[in-house]
């Protein structure tokens, strides 16, 4: 069988929001329950702002095995390239033979997104309408389709540290989306919304508790190490916290980690996993004034059985 080469465009043709959804949904319900084998992410710095990151993965009912490499620069925007650049390699689990090459960047840009989409769906308020977005890159842009796939989101506000970039996105996405989307220059302004999605990469909070009003869900996404955040203890400590995986969490979790170094909280305050929470395993929003909290730090289940999903579809 030849080796297929499957290019952003055919990414997003094969692998659409709204699906995509669906499928983070019985990866992170795998996740938790065990049947896929995802050792922890390994990272190479190569310098300021830049690293490779190897992310193996391996699930036998799914009957496929396969690694995502990426490489990160974050500087790479001003240049006019993508921050993110790699590829999904996909394998046959019986035989090991390689069965596709995907584009990794369209596949971390949909599946991030839709893993927070998820945890929309389960944890916020079913008459949320306003989406604020901290940051204005590529995550910002998918994060948008996947709150819109799960609540009527009828007005959108988005903050970057760059107003003038800010607002040129939100123009661009007003007009790609149809839906009102307005850039402000005070990011406390944007924690007025009912859903809060941060996808920054900064490595110090850019969202306070003191901003968030009680029945906001938040989605934090856009930091991965430990010694970075981007919300700070207040909302964390005020907040029901889900995770995408404890173990995760534990090696890389800087916006929960931070707070239990501090003292403020300690492990007992995750209430666990979101594919947990899926299952219905856990409890998830339980009355309207809770704030919940998603961190989302991925995790190659959600590569491996996006990867899988549209080598599926191909095939048809």
């Not at 310098?47 to 995502?68: N, R, T, V």
Request: one cysteine or more; aromatic letters at 4%; hydrophobic letters at 40%.
């Amino acid at each position: 069988m030849a080796l297929e080469f499957i290019d952003a465009s055919r990414v997003a043709r094969l692998l659409p929001m709204t699906d995509c959804i669906g499928v983070m949904r019985e990866a992170m319900i795998a996740t938790s329950a065990g049947t896929v084998d995802v050792p922890l992410r390994q990272s190479l710095a190569i310098g300021d702002g830049q690293s490779m990151l190897i992310m193996p993965g391996a699930a036998k009912e799914l009957g496929y095995y396969g690694s995502k490499l990426i490489t990160l620069h974050a500087d790479n925007p001003a240049k006019g390239l993508p921050s993110i650049q790699g590829f999904i390699a996909l394998f046959d689990f019986d035989t090991g033979e390689p069965r596709a090459i995907i584009d990794g960047a369209s596949v971390t840009g949909l599946r991030t997104a839709a893993a927070s989409g998820l945890a929309t769906d389960l944890l916020s308020r079913r008459d949320a309408t306003t989406l604020g977005i901290y940051g204005i890159g590529l995550q910002a842009k998918t994060h948008i389709d996947a709150v819109a796939a799960v609540r009527p989101i009828s007005n959108i506000l988005v903050w970057g540290r760059n107003h003038g970039a800010a607002k040129n996105f939100a123009q661009l996405e007003s007009v790609r989306t149809g839906l009102p989307v307005r850039a402000v220059s005070d990011p406390e302004d944007v924690a007025s919304c009912d859903i809060l999605c941060t996808v920054t990469g900064s490595p110090t909070p850019v969202l306070r508790g003191n901003w968030v009003a009680p029945g906001t869900h938040v989605n934090l996404v856009g930091s991965h190490s430990l010694d970075t955040r981007e919300a700070d203890t207040v909302l964390i400590k005020k907040a029901k916290v889900y995770v995408d995986s404890m173990r995760s969490t534990i090696a890389e979790g800087g916006n929960i980690m931070i707070p239990i170094s501090e003292g403020a909280i300690d492990e007992t305050h995750i209430v666990g996993e979101i594919g947990q929470a899926a299952a219905g395993d856990i409890p998830c929003r339980t009355d309207g004034s809770q704030i919940t909290v998603y961190s989302s730090l991925g995790v190659t289940s959600q590569d491996l059985y996006a990867a899988a999903h549209i080598y599926g579809r191909l095939r048809k």
